[in-house]
């Protein structure tokens, strides 16, 4: 498996990343370059369709943007103006391909094909009903159930189609899609996942982050805002908000851990918010150290701040391998306890005799903490305490992030002081919910968050018609053969 | 491209062969052996699907059998004791793979999957209604229209969903499914593509040529007949007729060419009835010469009928090279001709001074037969006539065989003294179609054909609902964006 | 393994097939040709080393010469307009392809490569004898010793060095080399393996059989002579004659198997020669039958010999898979049994009921001739009589071919008798060593043997300085380490 | 290629790593280990030796450490308690694999193998005269010199045998040699390249940095000292100094850049070194600004350090994509320039009309700086300054390190303020050769410096036999042909 983010092991991990242009000579070239820069977003599989304004083209690969869609020959198969990109994570067995993204069909009225960030709430249930209809699924994808809903409905139009589609989905949904009728961006009522659209020179682009737009040199314009469905064709660029209202609940997680830090998300820089998150760590659980040493290299920017408020000198305590572009690790978790060391080396010169204050972003499982905390010990730190950049994550997100199972969730099976002694840690303190949104330059709002931070607490934007929140699927009516 | 089969760059191909077998321990690695039997009946892709009576396990791998389905690791992952497999020719492009039969689905009553021998004349025009409909098609096969009709039919049981479904194709096949009820084999009305049933202990065996019985060491028990439907599961074997009867109309060019000599087809054998077309030749167009010369491998058997009927020596004239599995040929006409040169050589010793006699089965283009008259007569024959074992091959066919288009047809362009010219042969005659019935024993009924022999007269069986007699597709009322 | 040869599980196998050719634009392109159609020499790997007047261009592979040597970009790589190439049967292990021919090394007075058919009897003794002197060898193969008898050589010109190092080593060897001087080809003083000449426009070209000439059209002009060394150059043609004067003992199995039916090997056709062992063998040994029935494919022209001089019908009881290009076969004694059924089957509507002559050319370890009784018995042969056209095979080659151990020749091991009720024949006979002789047109001097039939008789022409005649290794005074 | 190291584009590369063991049960997995923490010395190329006690095993692959030598098979076939390993930058071509190291050779004294980190400046010299001796290469690896050398010594044992063969050799060369008498772990008289000793139970090991040892929880003992040849086997450890004694002079750009920060090297902390630099550098160039700004990641601990000495914050302005393991970089100049921006993306929120100090290790091309300066001019920095932790690189380095032709190094070409101007800096300083040294806690000896500082100073250590400074090679007598 393909990691660079070290120590991901141990983390939440976004599940895609989507991208789309309509008007640029070799719309597919900007989809690669745009792919790349948001490889962090799911680095199992990606995939291109473009539309030549005749055909359609789709090439799906299972790796890196990189080493698949920087050879020559797959671009120029890609031909057009226009085109829409995924990257995606985890997708595995023998018909892995045909669940990598954006999904095509030839539909009645047209080709169509959807790129998907999130996850619908209730796939399943909806999946079930169409194939007693006699709809035939060829993945297993939850995005499916789209396309089967747009093939299906009464409407005759392909925006009426999609938007009586979209009206039967719950969960989050950041769309891109290619219809006969234009590129369609759209994301969910409450704006779960983020979108966002910028221009570069007559071309208009969407993409999951900021930073996509910035390696093709293209500028930002503004976010697709929650429930907005936006049509860009030959006619210019139209938008539509064709669902009930709803107080959007955008990720909160996407600030601390998910976005790249050079990005700008709900218009703030997630590098700044990062910083004010360990500025207001140190605010809340200040200790007397020697050193503040981060996690790299998520950990950064959160130490830098802690660094910064409390005055205490930022140092390199941990070296990461510059080449765990490929690595020993084996899925299994026997093979990943020896992954910490493979990839992380103390810097012991430095670690010797001192007291040492670790910022980290989050803690899942703990598995990794306990090693991290065991290195610095064995390099001879003195005291070892942990900063956390975010609260205790205790539940699973059903909106498009790979969560553990919640029993694996270290959090929802410990408090702060046990976590503190499992993972043999001087002081262990997390940043409470308020300093959260504090560092966003909020005030939360107990009754209605202005954020999703369901990992957090619990508190679910949407029904979960599909499972209840320990993930367990609810019982079906039928039962599939297989 | 791999192939083996001398100058068959200018054979009409058998599109499929299939095998199915129910009741066996490890039943894929029987079907494994069975479609390596078939091999001839199509060559660039194969595929097995199996059912262990719970799930279902399937594979597909563009190329041959060997190589691809005598692997271990490949056989022990296809578990179960039924299962059913396909080899087929000519499949390319990025979606080949989808196109590679057993096609499979997971329909709201359980698993489905479908193998199929033979073309249904009618495939396009359903595939538009169903897509109207809503149904969405993965394939550009025909053969998927049979999944679509069975998941969308009003009928409960999968047995009658699929006898439904049946119903509206035209044309020909040979099926066989995997269904939660069974395996089902089944014949078209008119028997058009062979299918035969054979028995290995208690398993039952179903195999589009005696030959993939005989490799597993089963008995031949009849032929499925035309209209036929068998289900074989835990109750045992049962057959319905679930169509309105009609005359059969066999394949007659499975005697000619497709079939291999050791099959028993028709109840005749192949071999047998091969001699006796060379025997039939040498009563009707008898030449005097020095030697008889089969173009091989096809012509041999004619060639020995020839030979004994007429008393002059056969003689090995040319060789061919026996390491063309892996040929240099390219796809492109030009390097077809020097492909004569790479896979055969005249047996110039033997051919120098001499008046030859070649025996050859058909000739479609008349490429090949251009090259191998030259051959001789650079190898220092005095004469070369050539005979050929079927009458003028003027008309495609439809029905599951791969025809060049008529116009490229030579027998559809010129008369038989102007191929004589063209070909460069001192004397060129091909049997009659009522020596050719002859040969199979019956008197060809000129009104109501006892076989299939459209590609020689034209008399098609059935209606060609998706197109005309050229190829042309007729015109639908939807036309698709792509 | 790719095999394609029917039942060469039992054959002795050539090891070596070389091509050469000296003067023609593209002279690579030439190469590949003529190593496709020596392809039945050697099938485990091919090579081809050009030089372009200022650089050497070597490339090598496992498999067969069509799907490696027919790609563009490997044939425009190897530029030049003289060029050597070799095929080779089996080379195993890690360091395969370091013995895969043409070898290749940088002396001090310019590039040497060669390409050797054959095999040295005192290699492992000179190896050593280097090995000690400091030289260090990469490959195990024996034509290694040969090129650092070059390098070590006293003398100052290449063709000097050449000589000197060819004066010291016993055995085999039909040789291509270049040198700085020209491409060298040459030929053991007993001519034992065999090396034509010929010619296309202005270019010279060397090959192991005439069949290679006729596929790229060039002209057969002699036979390079037993004993001779030919050097081509832009100064033109020269032969030597640097070794003692010697009686010529070529090989006799190539007429008997290895050639291809279509070669002219010392002057007479092999199809003729065969068809004459195949009428000789009737003569010798007559029986009455009703059938004529080839092993395929090997026997099929002394099956033609037999059938015209006895008067019985010759025909195709045994079909063979035209698909055996990539076979189920594995290495292990286990599955070559399942092997023939794989590649063969009766043709049983044909056998049933009848006396059957088989004929095959040699029986090696008599394990392919059981199966093949077996099968015409159980397709209802009543009675089954095998005629072989070469003598027991009783000793192993130490020249250049593949043969089993010795008491694994089950000639070595059973008389005549024995071998008939071990294989269940009802009987079986021998071409006698004279009555192959006379099949070839001469009479066998018994006390200096016109050719090298040492398989048959265990006379060597050579000492085996290297091993003793059971293939046993005499010891060396030096146990290498690994 | 591979390439996880932003900017390396434009650095020096150190070219190999190595790592023995001897004494471990399944030893090459320790050497898979310690190679893949010394990856970043060589990623082009990986291979490992084992020694069984009987047999050698080796196994050599293109690519990374991981995803060759973390594999099961792999590694149970490299079997023994005794291996060694070698990684390597830049191997390429056809004969690529022959150049991995570690180099293998079966001498008439038993097998041979050796892994080289450095260069010998008289490679060319020596083996044309071994070549015109008789001596065949088969790389074109300097250190198939040493071998040959070793084959060809008249001593008899081959601990003297190797002795003899370095004392013929000059330049740099740390080497681990597996050999019939153990063990054997040798650096050059001056000690240009490092090696060290570490133990781990009864095993010992040598590595060329610690973070070898560490990753596989071994124990730093001590430097191999230069000029000092060490040999372990079942008798012990032994030490040598068969060469003259000389004043060592150990590579000074370990320091700077090749070595991991995590690394001990000469006995002091990479990391603390290089902050060290980053303060001097901060007194004898400082300016005033807003941000001191690391180019990721090299440039990081210098920059620390020129923070804490200058009271002026660090903060991550150029963030770089965690996903370059494969990259979109083509070798061409051209698309180098794109590369930037896929690798790197301005931190613009942060940037965005402020006073930035970069710090970057070195510059040797300077085309990387000229865009990461103009990146942050784009991101809206008022102010641009320069600081460079290495004094200007002005000559080619020929002991083992790839370094671009002479005229190709931008401060061979120009003086600071002209570079300045090339980059586009507000102002340019580079740390002084005696502030470097003062770094490292030394005062330079003008007269006889204590480090190899030739590619600051072209103060070479030995003779360049090979080539001149410019690194044109000098006539040799013979002119090989190819």
Chains 1, 2, 3, 4 share one sequence.
Request: aromatic share 6%; net charge neutral.
């Amino acid at each position: 498996m393909l990691t660079t983010n070290p120590f991901d092991d141990d983390k939440l991990r976004e599940e895609c990343g989507i991208f789309g242009i309509w008007g640029a000579e070799n719309a597919s070239s900007f989809v690669a370059l745009g792919l790349h820069a948001l490889q962090h977003r799911g680095q199992e599989a990606a995939g291109i369709v473009s539309h030549d304004g005749l055909n359609y083209h789709a090439h799906r690969a299972m790796g890196h943007v990189a080493g698949n869609f920087d050879r020559d020959d797959i671009i120029r198969k890609l031909s057009g103006k226009v085109a829409i990109g995924h990257v995606r994570y985890s997708t595995t067995g023998e018909t892995a391909l045909r669940n990598v993204q954006p999904l095509f069909a030839e539909l009645a009225e047209g080709g169509f094909a959807v790129a998907h960030n999130g996850n619908l709430s209730n796939a399943m249930t909806l999946r079930g009903a169409l194939n007693r209809r006699g709809s035939i699924f060829q993945s297993t994808s939850d995005t499916e159930v789209i396309i089967h809903l747009v093939a299906t409905s009464s409407y005759s139009s392909p925006l009426d189609r999609l938007t009586d589609a979209l009206g039967q989905v719950e969960g989050a949904y950041s769309l891109l899609c290619l219809t006969p009728e234009g590129l369609v961006a759209c994301r969910d009522p409450l704006g779960i996942r983020p979108l966002v659209m910028g221009k570069l020179g007559e071309a208009t682009i969407f993409a999951s982050e900021t930073v996509a737009l910035d390696v093709i040199g293209a500028s930002y314009l503004r976010d697709v805002e929650p429930g907005e469905l936006v049509i860009v064709n030959e006619g210019g660029i139209r938008s539509f908000r064709p669902f009930a209202k709803a107080t959007p609940r955008p990720c909160i997680f996407e600030h601390v851990y998910f976005a790249r830090p050079d990005s700008i998300v709900d218009g703030t820089s997630v590098y700044e918010v990062r910083k004010k998150i360990g500025a207001e760590l140190a605010r809340e659980a200040l200790v007397e150290a020697d050193l503040v040493v981060p996690v790299p290299d998520s950990g950064v920017p959160a130490a830098l701040g802690y660094s910064q408020a409390s005055g205490m000198p930022f140092e390199l305590g941990i070296i990461r391998s510059h080449y765990v572009g490929r690595t020993f690790i084996q899925p299994s978790q026997d093979v990943r306890h020896l992954g910490v060391k493979l990839k992380h080396n103390a810097n012991a010169a430095l670690i010797q005799g001192k007291r040492v204050v670790l910022v980290d972003d989050s803690i899942v499982r703990g598995t990794t903490s306990v090693k991290i905390v065991q290195m610095m010990r064995d390099a001879g730190a003195r005291e070892v305490h942990m900063r956390i950049a975010s609260p205790p994550t205790k539940f699973s997100c059903f909106y498009g992030v790979d969560t553990p199972e919640r029993s694996k969730l270290i959090a929802s099976q410990m408090n702060v002081e046990k976590i503190a002694r499992y993972i043999n840690a001087d002081s262990l303190a997390f940043i409470s919910i308020d300093g959260l949104y504090r560092a966003l330059g909020d005030q939360r709002n107990a009754t209605a968050p202005q954020r999703c931070d369901a990992c957090f607490t619990g508190e679910y934007p949407t029904t979960l018609t599909d499972c209840d929140v320990d993930g367990k699927p609810k019982p079906l009516s039928l039962v599939a053969t297989r």
